[in-house]
C-alpha cells in the first residue's frame, strides 16, 4: 500500500501482519472488509478484543456464530437494501441534480463531477485525494460520487465509501449521507439520525486525514442528511452535527489494542477459518480472545448472542449493563453481588457494599408494611 499523503494513512501495514491475520481468518477465505457502520459500533465498545481482532482479520463474523450455534438476526434485510439503492439513485439522476438542489446550486452545469475509478482500494484511495485536493485548489463546486477514504484503525487499515462529499468554492469539504427512512415533517427517527451521524462521524475522521495535507481545506464538522420527505419518494435534506459523534469515536478508536498486539497474545494454532474448523475448534479459538460484553452488543454485533450466553454461564454482572457493572467495582458476579446484599460476604466499608445491603433493608421494610414477606 502506498504510504503517500494522498492515501491518508501514516504507513503501509506490514506484510507479516497482513499473513498472519489471513492465517486467522483462512488462507482460502477472502477478507470481510469493515464498512463505517460495522466500525462505528466496534468505536462503541473499544474494550473488545475479541470484535477487534475479528474484524481487523475480516472474519465473516454471521458465519463464525452460525457455526457456533449461535446465530444472530442481524443486518439489513434484502427489501431495505434495494430501497436504499432505489432512492440513492433517484438522487444522484441526471448528475445529481437534485443532491445540488439540496446544497444549494441552481445550475449543476457549474458543478464538476471528477471520475474516481481506479484499480484497487490504494488506488482509488489516492485518486479521491487527488481529486478533492483539485477541487479546493480550483475553487469551484465539485461533488464526488463514492469517493473512497482510508482511516488506520488499531494498526490496520480500513476503507471507506460515503455516499457523497460536497467540495464548496471556499474549500469546505461536506459528507452527504443519503438514507431510505421518511423526514416527515422535518424530523426523523432520533435513533436511526443517530445512528448515521455515528457513521458519518467515520467519514469526517477520514476526511480529515486527507484534509491535513491539502492546502485550504478544511471539513465541515457537520453533515448534509439526505431522506425522503413525509411518505413520499421526493429527497429532502437535514444538516446534522455530528461534533460529539466525531469527538467519541476518535477517542474510541484510540483506545482500541493494535491487532498485532491481540494476535500475539493468542495461543499456537489458533485460527477462525469456518471452512475448515469445527465448531469445537471454533469455540476454544474464540474464547481464546478476551471479550466485552455489554447489552448494546446485541444491536451492533454478530456474536452477540454468543457472548451473552457465555456472560450468563459465568454469572457476570456485565449482562446488567454497563452502567451496574461500573457501580459494582469489585463484586464481579450476581451471585457474589446477592451475597454482599444479604451480608454474607464483602467488605462493608466499600461503598457499593453498603448500598446493595442499603438497598435490601429498605426492600424488606417496604415488604413488611405492606404485609409480604421478602423473598430470601
Given at each position: 500500500?502506498?504510504?503517500?499523503?494522498?492515501?491518508?494513512?501514516?504507513?503501509?501495514?506490514?506484510?507479516?501482519?497482513?499473513?498472519?491475520?489471513?492465517e486467522l481468518r483462512g488462507p482460502?477465505?477472502?477478507?470481510?472488509?469493515?464498512?463505517?457502520?460495522?466500525?462505528?459500533?466496534?468505536?462503541?465498545?473499544?474494550?473488545?478484543?475479541?470484535?477487534?481482532?475479528?474484524?481487523?482479520?475480516?472474519?465473516?463474523?454471521?458465519?463464525?456464530a452460525a457455526k457456533l450455534g449461535s446465530?444472530?438476526?442481524?443486518?439489513?434485510?434484502?427489501?431495505?437494501?434495494?430501497?436504499?439503492?432505489?432512492?440513492e439513485a433517484k438522487v444522484k439522476a441526471d448528475g445529481g441534480r437534485e443532491l445540488l438542489r439540496l446544497i444549494g446550486v441552481e445550475d449543476p452545469g457549474t458543478v464538476s463531477v471528477p471520475e474516481l475509478s481506479a484499480a484497487g482500494p490504494e488506488g482509488r484511495v489516492a485518486r479521491t485525494a487527488l481529486a478533492l485536493r483539485e477541487a479546493t485548489a480550483a475553487g469551484t463546486w465539485t461533488l464526488l460520487d463514492h469517493p473512497l477514504l482510508a482511516?488506520?484503525?488499531?494498526?490496520s487499515p480500513v476503507y471507506l465509501e460515503p455516499d457523497a462529499v460536497v467540495v464548496r468554492p471556499d474549500g469546505g469539504w461536506t459528507v452527504v449521507e443519503i438514507k431510505s427512512f421518511p423526514m416527515v415533517d422535518g424530523a426523523a427517527d432520533a435513533s436511526k439520525?443517530?445512528?448515521?451521524?455515528?457513521?458519518?462521524?467515520?467519514?469526517?475522521?477520514?476526511l480529515e486525514r486527507v484534509a491535513a495535507a491539502t492546502e485550504g481545506a478544511r471539513v465541515a464538522?457537520?453533515?448534509?442528511?439526505?431522506?425522503?420527505k413525509d411518505f413520499?419518494?421526493?429527497?429532502?435534506?437535514?444538516?446534522?452535527?455530528?461534533?460529539?459523534?466525531?469527538?467519541?469515536?476518535?477517542?474510541?478508536?484510540?483506545r482500541l489494542t493494535r491487532i498485532d498486539e491481540i494476535a500475539a497474545?493468542?495461543?499456537?494454532?489458533?485460527?477462525?477459518?469456518?471452512?475448515?474448523?469445527?465448531?469445537?475448534?471454533?469455540?476454544?479459538a474464540v474464547e481464546s480472545v478476551p471479550h466485552q460484553y455489554a447489552p448494546e452488543c446485541l444491536a451492533a454485533c454478530e456474536l452477540a448472542f454468543h457472548c451473552r450466553s457465555r456472560t450468563r454461564q459465568a454469572d457476570a454482572v456485565e449482562t446488567l449493563g454497563r452502567s451496574v457493572r461500573g457501580e459494582l467495582g469489585g463484586l464481579t458476579t450476581v451471585g457474589a453481588v446477592l451475597a454482599a446484599a444479604r451480608g454474607e460476604e464483602g467488605d462493608p466499608a466499600d461503598p457499593a457494599v453498603a448500598a446493595l445491603r442499603r438497598a435490601r433493608a429498605l426492600r424488606e421494610e417496604a415488604l413488611s408494611g405492606a404485609g409480604v414477606r421478602a423473598c430470601r
Open positions: 500500500m502506498s504510504a503517500s499523503p494522498d492515501s491518508g494513512l501514516s504507513r503501509p501495514p506490514q506484510t507479516t501482519r497482513r499473513r498472519q491475520l489471513a482460502a477465505t477472502p477478507p470481510r472488509p469493515l464498512d463505517a457502520r460495522a466500525l462505528a459500533a466496534l468505536a462503541a465498545n473499544p474494550g473488545c478484543r475479541r470484535r477487534a481482532l475479528l474484524d481487523g482479520a475480516g472474519v465473516d463474523k454471521s458465519a463464525l446465530p444472530a438476526p442481524f443486518g439489513q434485510s434484502q427489501f431495505a437494501i434495494v430501497r436504499g439503492n432505489s432512492f482511516l488506520e484503525v488499531a494498526g439520525v443517530g445512528a448515521a451521524a455515528r457513521q458519518a462521524a467515520v467519514y469526517v475522521l477520514a464538522q457537520s453533515v448534509l442528511l439526505v431522506c425522503p413520499s419518494n421526493l429527497p429532502t435534506a437535514s444538516v446534522v452535527d455530528v461534533r460529539k459523534q466525531r469527538s467519541v469515536t476518535r477517542r474510541q478508536l484510540d497474545a493468542l495461543p499456537e494454532g489458533v485460527s477462525f477459518d469456518v471452512a475448515e474448523r469445527s465448531a469445537e475448534e471454533l469455540t476454544a
